[in-house]
């Protein structure tokens, strides 16, 4: 009776443990449903990447955090979200301990992807949009360690 009790609490408790990690993860691609822009990041960053992280600076852009676990790289893409269709400033970069990469530049969606591998290291990530002469920054700290 206590083997049976045990296997149906440590059931139970992985059945909210799945739950729970499903709610997480649909946390980030969430902000999808949001964006103006019609492009998605995941499809800029290509087949494989998923969302883990992301920012959105009170409608300017968002700045996703994807990975491909497959071949070991993170992805960024800074989402212009006005001004679409219009080349405007607009940066992504991607950082390790030992390595930087970015994408500045006048685009009229998004910047990016800027891809790094990054297995058993920390990333930072960020962006950074101009509209009406505002700049919006973003600079996350590090983590996403693995």
Same mark, same amino acid.
């Given at each position: 009776? %206590?083997?049976?009790?045990?296997?149906?609490?440590?059931?139970?408790?992985?059945t909210a443990l799945a739950a729970g990690a499903t709610t997480i993860v649909a946390g980030p691609t969430a902000a999808f449903a949001a964006d103006v822009n019609p492009k998605s990041a995941s499809a800029v960053c290509g087949s494989g990447f998923?969302?883990? #992280?992301?920012? @959105? #600076? #009170? +409608?300017?852009?968002?700045? $996703?955090?994807? $990975? *491909?676990?497959?071949? +070991? /790289?993170?992805?960024?893409?800074?989402?212009?979200?006005?001004? %679409? =269709?219009?080349?405007?400033?607009?940066?992504?970069? %991607? /950082?390790? /301990?030992? *390595?930087?990469?970015?994408? &500045? +530049? @006048?685009?009229?969606?998004?910047?990016? &992807?800027?891809?790094?591998?990054?297995?058993?290291?920390?990333?930072?990530? =960020?962006? /950074?949009?101009?509209?009406?002469?505002?700049?919006?920054? $973003?600079?996350? &700290?590090?983590?996403?360690? =693995?």
């Amino acid at each position: 009776m %206590l083997k049976t009790s045990m296997v149906g609490r440590l059931a139970a408790g992985v059945t909210a443990l799945a739950a729970g990690a499903t709610t997480i993860v649909a946390g980030p691609t969430a902000a999808f449903a949001a964006d103006v822009n019609p492009k998605s990041a995941s499809a800029v960053c290509g087949s494989g990447f998923s969302v883990v #992280d992301s920012f @959105n #600076d #009170d +409608g300017w852009a968002y700045v $996703y955090l994807l $990975y *491909n676990s497959r071949s +070991g /790289e993170n992805c960024v893409v800074t989402m212009k979200q006005k001004n %679409l =269709g219009t080349k405007t400033r607009v940066s992504a970069w %991607l /950082e390790t /301990e030992d *390595n930087v990469k970015s994408d &500045p +530049g @006048n685009y009229e969606y998004y910047a990016g &992807p800027v891809r790094l591998k990054a297995q058993g290291k920390c990333v930072r990530f =960020g962006g /950074e949009v101009k509209v009406n002469g505002q700049v919006t920054f $973003y600079s996350s &700290p590090w983590g996403h360690c =693995g």
